[in-house]
């Protein structure tokens, strides 16, 4: 055995550029599916938490009689009682914020454009004190300022909506809505800042005001549509909302429910998972293609010893040591390209992971379903760089007996004279 592998090991360092020609083509095939799985998990990971960060929440609360007509914006099914729900809350130790969301018809005014027209729009009341410790608009700002606690007139927007409809800060817009109760309301608003949110599902459609003085003009009496509830980012969601729900019921608040955001955003997530399925499917052609210049590498190799192989059978070296050579130092080649290939990922990975690379020039008028705005980034994925480097070795291995075997049918005459 220890001939064996010595003779491998020589075979190895004997042919040094075929070693290294393909050593390197396996190391290209597995740096490549590496930064494949990286992209694609990282777009998956990172949407996830553009969602909780700016749309959900990590658990939010409603009224029971919400969630069923909740496409249609229930006012009259609010939370009357949000500060003693907020209480609660706080002394369990979660941080949360209430938020009041409404439709309403927007119409844009400005010196330069005059009325243009109007617009259906999702706006959102919100605690200037509390929102940003929930969510992160704060951090997008690009334009103006935040809003103030009890601010009459107001507004904050989302980029691309300010864009698309030619706003900027200073602008005044005025929103027809239908308060509690069925009357028509007109809100006239300030755009006081501008955000550039990640999520570019909120980017698009984004209007922010005061939740007072939004409650006031619906006729809320004090009451708001949901709480939003923040958790650390490794808690483990669904213990959380049912110790959330409990501590609902145990203060006779049981006509709330809590939902955790997989529930909020179960539209979205069953897209995931078939873009999952699509994505492993790409990953799993990735690999192939891999597999097949790993095998083209080795088979081309190999075939081209042959005469050696006769050889080596003519000296009287029985066919499984010569097999086990081969398939030895087939093992080797791999190892050596699995390494370069592992190492090469990771390389290109810290650029990926750290950086990205901006694709906004598309994100900006096409939708691909994921919560990301322009730049993709990569992540770091252990199981993926232990499955590559051990599946580099194998493949090397295996795809070597098969030319291996086909030559040890052959009679010795027929191996030496082979060309």
């Known amino acids: ?15 040094k550029r075929r070693t290294a020609i393909t050593a390197i083509a396996i190391a290209f095939g597995l740096m490549m599916y590496l930064i494949v799985d990286s992209m694609l998990l990282g777009i998956e990971q990172e949407s996830m938490r553009n969602l909780i960060w700016y749309e959900t929440s990590s658990v939010r609360i409603h009224q029971k009689g919400y969630w069923p007509d909740r496409l249609l914006f229930p006012l009259e099914e609010g939370i009357e009682n949000p500060d003693k729900v907020i209480d609660l809350l706080k002394k369990e130790g979660w941080t949360a ?3 009041t969301l409404f439709k309403a018809d927007m119409i844009l005014y400005s010196d330069d454009f005059g009325e243009d027209g109007s617009l259906s729009a999702m706006v959102t009341g919100i605690d200037p004190e509390m929102d940003n410790e929930v969510f992160h608009f704060e951090d997008t700002l690009v334009e103006g300022r935040m809003l103030e606690k009890g601010e009459s007139n107001g507004m904050i927007m989302g980029s691309w909506l300010a864009a698309d409809i030619g706003a900027k800060v200073g602008y005044w817009v005025t929103l027809v809505t239908r308060g509690n109760g069925g009357f028509f309301e007109a809100i006239d608003a300030q755009i006081v800042g501008i955000v550039n949110c990640p999520n570019p599902n909120v980017n698009r459609t984004l209007i922010m005001m005061d939740k007072d003085t939004a409650g006031m003009v619906l006729g809320m009496d004090g009451a708001v549509t949901e709480i939003d509830i923040a958790l650390p980012n490794r808690s483990d969601v669904d213990v959380e909302v049912m110790r959330i729900q409990a501590s609902l019921d145990a203060h006779g608040l049981n006509d709330l429910e809590a939902r955790s955001w997989r529930e909020l955003a179960k539209d979205y997530l069953a897209i995931a998972e078939a873009k999952r399925g699509g994505t492993g499917v790409i990953l799993f052609l990735v690999f192939i ?5 790993i095998s083209n590498t080795m088979l081309m190799a190999m075939y081209e010893r042959t005469r050696e192989l006769g050889m080596m059978r003519a000296l009287g070296m029985k066919d499984n040591d010569i097999r086990l050579s081969f398939i030895i130092e087939a093992g080797g080649i791999g190892l050596l390209g699995s390494v370069v290939g592992i190492a090469l ?11 990205g690379i901006d694709f906004g020039f598309l994100m900006r008028d096409m939708d691909i379903g994921y919560r990301i705005q322009s730049i993709m980034r990569g992540t770091w994925n252990l ?25 040890l049918k052959m009679d010795i005459p027929s191996c030496l004279r082979h060309q």
């Open 383 to 407: 199981r993926s760089f232990i499955i590559t480097f051990v599946s580099g070795i194998t493949l090397s291995m295996i795809v070597s007996v098969i030319p291996i075997r086909r030559s």
């Open 289 to 293: 293609i891999a597999a097949v210049g």
């Open 97 to 99: 914020t209430e938020r």
């Open 345 to 355: 990922g990771a390389l290109a990975n810290i650029y990926i992971a750290n950086v």
């Open 1 to 15: 055995m220890k001939f064996i592998f010595t003779l491998a090991m020589k075979n190895l360092a004997r042919y």
